[in-house]
């Protein structure tokens, strides 16, 4: 459990800052950090963020030295699996279940709480920003699961919510807090700028568990046997398709994407690609028997420049070797087969 001693001035208080690097968090920061709060900042990162960019390549690292703070990074990939497959809270407008993520990454904190022996947590919320978890109620409620309740100080909109444990003990005057809601980004800018915060990220593509084709894509997933960490790469990349209830195949659409796919490919998966013609590398993971290998070396000429041929020799190489002269598949042969188009999944994972 958290510490509940009382320190006596702020002076001699340490909280813990939830530090994705964003501008609202920087703010958050700066509006602790200058009433003298000791911050240790907690990074958490997973393979559903775009590109997954290392804290250090990010900025987030130096952004937190700069501010004097020590960055934590922790990995929730695998607890967030867990919560995709079965969030107690449900899901918001896709896969993602925003209301367990945030319990489970203050509960995260208050852990780090009970081992440095900070006094209180900081996040860069605002009020109302975020439909399912930024709203009043919910705020109290995820405190209340995850153990830290009062305990969680909003800095950008804390004169709008309830006293926290912080501004009742005196460590940081509420009075110098902000009182922002909304989407609307403009009061943070300005706010930016007469703190002198100047280097903050545009934007970023944020968690892709709110990507609707993503979401396509990961419900099928768990429509076919569940959510596998070494899945998680392959899903925004090529086009899906649906072989069996155990076999996928994923067609590069380009050079890059091609790449990314053979680098991917783990036993007993098979890569796939034309041998005469320019095209895509295929990757067939799952059951790669002689009819699911044929369907999966005929989509992948139809996607290359031999598509007008009678036939096409396509090699494989991986779980399974070979080269074929196959027929490449028509137009729209196998596009019941394409894990893409309409939203929703056969099984009601996510609705
Ligand atoms: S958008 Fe993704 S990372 Fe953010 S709270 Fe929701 S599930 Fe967690």
């Not at 960019?53 to 867990?82: F, N």
């Not at 100080?153 to 444990?165: I, K, V, Y």
């Not at 399974?320 to 087969?337: D, Q, Y």
Request: charged fraction near 25%; include cysteine; aromatic fraction near 4%.
């Amino acid at each position: 459990m958290h510490s509940d001693r009382t320190p006596a001035s702020s002076d001699s208080v340490t909280a813990i800052i939830l530090f994705s690097g964003g501008l609202d968090s920087r703010l958050a920061a700066r509006l602790v950090a200058d009433q003298g709060i000791r911050l240790l900042a907690v990074h958490f990162t997973s393979d559903f963020l775009p590109d997954r960019i290392p804290a250090d390549v990010s900025g987030t690292t130096a952004a937190a030295a700069a501010m004097g703070m020590e960055l934590r990074t922790t990995d929730i990939t695998d607890e967030l699996i867990a919560l995709v497959e079965n969030p107690p809270h449900g899901y918001g407008s896709e896969l993602n279940p925003c209301i367990d993520c945030r319990i489970l990454q203050l509960r995260h904190a208050r852990e780090i709480m009970a081992r440095t022996g900070a006094a209180f947590i900081v996040t860069g919320e605002v009020l109302g920003q975020r439909p399912m978890t930024q709203r009043k109620g919910m705020m109290r409620h995820t405190e209340k699961e995850a153990g830290v309740a009062g305990r969680v100080l909003r800095p950008l909109s804390a004169r709008l919510l309830e006293p926290t444990l912080a501004e009742r003990a005196g460590w940081v005057e509420r009075r110098r807090l902000c009182a922002f809601s909304g989407r609307r980004r403009t009061p943070q800018i300005q706010l930016a700028e007469q703190l002198g915060v100047t280097d903050y990220p545009a934007p970023a593509g944020g968690c892709r568990l709110t990507d609707p084709g993503y979401a396509l894509r990961l419900r099928d997933l768990l429509c076919h046997g569940g959510l596998c960490r070494a899945d998680l790469p392959l899903l925004p990349i090529g086009r899906h398709f649906r072989l069996g209830e155990t076999t996928r195949l994923i067609v590069g659409r380009d050079e890059s994407e091609n790449d990314m796919l053979s680098a991917s490919a783990r036993d007993p998966d098979v890569l796939i690609a034309c041998t005469a013609h320019p095209g895509p590398t295929s990757l067939l993971r799952g059951e790669s028997s002689g009819e699911n290998l044929r369907t999966a070396a005929r989509i992948t000429a139809r996607y290359g420049k031999g598509r007008d041929e009678a036939v096409v020799e396509v090699k494989a190489w991986g779980a399974k070797t070979g080269c074929w002269n196959v027929p490449p598949a028509g137009r729209n042969e196998f596009t019941p087969l394409l894990i893409a188009g309409e939203r929703g999944g056969s099984c009601g994972a996510g609705s």
